[in-house]
């Protein structure tokens, strides 16, 4: 992924000083008030078809950067009068990538560094050394003149061009991931996808979906982890991961993928030694199966929070209903994990006029405007499965 990036220690300082001086508003670029960067020497109202140069792993988008900032004033010669709320950083990437000064692998690791807080784990992420991700900070820093980050011992946080920078930075490399996608092979997925699912029914309803899309793309390399941890996809350098509930506000993006029901359950024998809770107040001297201290969601007209005497505890859906069928005590679990042991009658609902409300499954991923191919399969296939 990241063969495009090479040494430049033989740039002489006359060479990167006409680069920088090309990152201005006087320069072989055109600044259209739609924000479309073109080439020199066409008339102010012509847009520059799109060219796309693989070359050093650079991609040079001439059309539809609308994403890079707000410009507006009217064309004088073959320049734009901009106005700029961003201080031209914006049109320092625009300039930059378009005449082939700024390398796209640069912006993408200045993006990881961004969003996962620090150089260690952006290069966790990415899969490569943090000496190279701090060679490419250099080199953005020094394409743009400005200091994008205030490094310290305890590790690296944004200066104030580093967070203008940052949103732009993310928008062009979604722009150029969308534009390598365009040009390659349309129905063959390749890469990685990394992915986070629940250890609950993740192994059972998601593993099959995965084994489904590793056959039809066998250049797709698929490494999943099951788990009901909620990790920090970011910095643990997941592209995704599925999580089912009620979802907590967070800076990622969600993708409802389908419903979730679930039922409060116990064992015929529990119920026979004590008693079947037909109250909330009933249900609250009865023993709880639970993974920590978390609040149990019931409805009455509308939801209301309760919390049960919890006397045993595991960190997984699978345990849980290990233990109520054991007659441990009364579990709130997904009916896609107990469903069978309700159909046999080894489980049996209980609290039946007061149902946990429905929840939801989703796909989050790390922030940006839109997903990747193949992620934007997998939310596919699991709508097809879930959805219904």
Known sequence: ??????????????????????????????????????????????????????????????????????????????????????????????????????????????????????????????????????????RLEQELGVQLLARTTRGASLTEAGRIFRGHARKACAEIEAAQEVIQCRDELRGQLRISAPLTFGPTHIAPILARMAR???????????????????????????????????????????????????????????????????????????QGTEAWLLTDGEVIAVHPRGIFKADNGVALAAAALAGVGIAWLPDKIIETHLASGALVRVMTKFPPPVAGMYVVRPPGPRPSRKLQLLTDLLIECFET
């Open 216 to 290: 039809q793309h066998p250049d797709l390399h698929i490494h999943a982890t099951y788990s009901d941890r909620v990790i920090d996809i970011v910095s643990e350098g997941y592209d995704c991961a599925v999580r089912s509930g009620f979802l907590k506000d967070s800076t990622l993006v969600a993708r409802r993928v389908g419903p979730i029901h679930s039922s409060l359950v116990a064992s015929p024998d529990y119920i026979r030694t004590h008693g079947s809770p037909e109250t909330v107040d009933e249900f609250l001297r009865h023993a709880a199966l639970m």
């Open 1 to 138: 992924m990241f063969s495009g990036w090479k040494s430049r220690a033989t740039a002489s300082a006359k060479s990167r000083r006409s680069r920088r001086s090309r990152s201005r508003f006087a320069s072989p670029a055109l600044f259209r008030p739609s924000g479309i960067c073109a080439a020199a020497g066409g008339n102010a109202g012509a847009i520059a078809p799109q060219r796309i140069a693989a070359a050093g792993q650079r991609i040079a988008l001439m059309q539809s950067w609308a994403v890079i900032g707000s410009w507006s004033g009217p064309a004088v010669g073959n320049t734009v009068q901009a106005d700029m709320t961003t201080d031209g950083v914006g049109a320092r990437i625009c300039v930059a990538i378009g005449s082939g000064g700024m390398d796209t692998e640069d912006l993408r690791a200045f993006v990881e560094v961004a969003d996962s807080g620090g150089i260690s784990s952006a290069a966790r992420r990415m899969g490569v050394s943090k000496s190279i991700i701090s060679r490419a900070l250099n």
